[in-house]
């Protein structure tokens, strides 16, 4: 989908990108900091007592201290004052509209701007859909961090990790011409050209995705920001390592956690996928009739083949494997990171071997309600 050799670093090199890439604020995979079980090296933790947090464009401006996103690890950085944290935020607000106001005067018309504690989205959808947008990506973070206890699933940040949501394509086409006059071929990719009959496209520098107005009776914007950015996520823990079947699946429970829903997948080929709307039955059926395939299978399948129920299955493991046991979850996508195979990672993690973890896994979907 896209190159892997091309990171947002490399592509900050171009002297168009800083315009918009002024800070790589991500959390770092190698920030000084000891190993760290309670945050996983990251240095922060959740906060306690989080409150959602999400603006857009026209509302009255966010308060700073409401947009902090995390405390400081009191074991490996029992220096630091959350009191910063606030000033922080204070700077970055100061510009945080710069690169908004960049991208729509290169665009040519008006975008409004939604921010998360971890993403910024650039939209032309309406006023309610934003809310569904901002809404559904604080929920997957807020599901995560609960979840986890860590940060490790939400990584990126507002000023570092923008996406561009459009109506139509007219729309798409003409921010595939603003990359083009921006970006070089080769920062833009060996995929680029691959993008001009998609609706989305999940490029380093900024995913963009479109819906029209069939789509959107199906699926509200805010469903792709939550599989495309949930997905990103996951990238960042394992460092661009997740095998496809873990990305498509994590992709889809980031969106079931953010919106109830599964109303998106990725397009392999043309054969049918599941239908829209409550995966979690349809997979519960499945596993009751017996018809899911061997893990070591579904691991390796070729994604051109899949069919229906290689969406469903892909989250079902996924699902299984982060709701029954996160902490081994988490060291699952830490092994991956590291460089270990999936079946590696995964048999180290769970201490158990594939095929038990497969038959687990089965019952635990099976009686899931
Ligand atoms: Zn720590």
Redesign the pocket.
Known sequence: MFSAHLTRRDLLLSAAAATFFVSSGEYGLAQG?KD?E??G???F?PMQNRKPYFHIEGQPAPKAADAVPHRY?P???PDKKDADLVEEQVARLKTAQDAHKTWEKEFGSPLVRIETRHITVHTQVPLPECKEVGQGFENYAAHVQNLTGTMELTRSRPENYEMMSLLGQPAYNKFREVMEKLFTPEQRGEQWSSGRSVMAFDHPLIPVFYENQPTLRQRPPAHGVAFIGGRKQLSLQTDGKTPLWLAEGYAEYSEYVALKKNLWHTVYNANPAPVPGDWVSQLRQLAVAKQLRPWSEQMTRDLRSWEAADYLQTFGMVTFLIQAEPKKFLSFTRKLREGASDTQALEEAYSKKLTQLEIDGNKWIASRR
């Open positions: 900091l760290c309670d945050c090296g990251i240095g933790l690890c074991k490996c950085q």
